[in-house]
């Protein structure tokens, strides 16, 4: 079990001292206990600065994958925003128009009333999922 310490940036990094320790006990190269399959043979394996290059680069590995995240649930929140927009725009546009259709045919009835269903669970939860939308956008929005 590997300890980690807090990073200035909410990430955190395995402790390299502690590295050093578990790699004694275990008699087993730190670049194994990092996930390295090939070993260095320049400069030795418990060697503080190599740890700690190791570490950083595993810090911006984690960062670029955050920021990737980040950026993923950014444009979700925003296509989201964008549809429902289009979607009440249509509605809007339209004006309930299968009101008007013969619903003594069966087939007909049917298909209207999924319409109704659609139009009218749409009017309900649109809001909150907008709501939702934007929260998640001014949450996942770019830091400076």
């Known amino acids: 079990m590997l300890f980690y310490v807090a990073c200035g940036n909410g990430l955190s990094v395995p402790d390299s001292e502690m590295l050093i320790h578990i790699s004694e006990i275990l008699e ?20 503080l600065n190599v740890i700690s290059e190791k570490l950083e680069i595993i810090n911006l590995q984690l960062a670029r994958s955050k ?27 339209k004006d309930s ?32 999922a907008f709501i939702g939308a934007i929260v998640g956008m001014m949450a996942t929005r770019p830091r400076k």
Do not use: M, Q
Request: with cysteine; glycine share 4%.
């Open 97 to 128: 128009f299968y009101l008007e259709w013969d619903f003594n045919d069966p087939e007909t009835a049917v298909v209207g009333t999924f319409f109704h269903a659609f139009e009218w669970l749409f009017v309900r939860l649109a809001p909150i």
């Open 28 to 47: 087993t190269p730190v670049s194994v206990l990092l996930g390295e399959t090939k070993t260095e043979t320049e400069a030795p394996l418990n060697d």
């Open 67 to 93: 920021e990737k995240k980040r950026k993923v649930l950014h444009g979700l929140c925003s296509a989201v925003c964008v549809l429902l927009v289009l979607i009440t725009a249509i509605l809007l546009a």
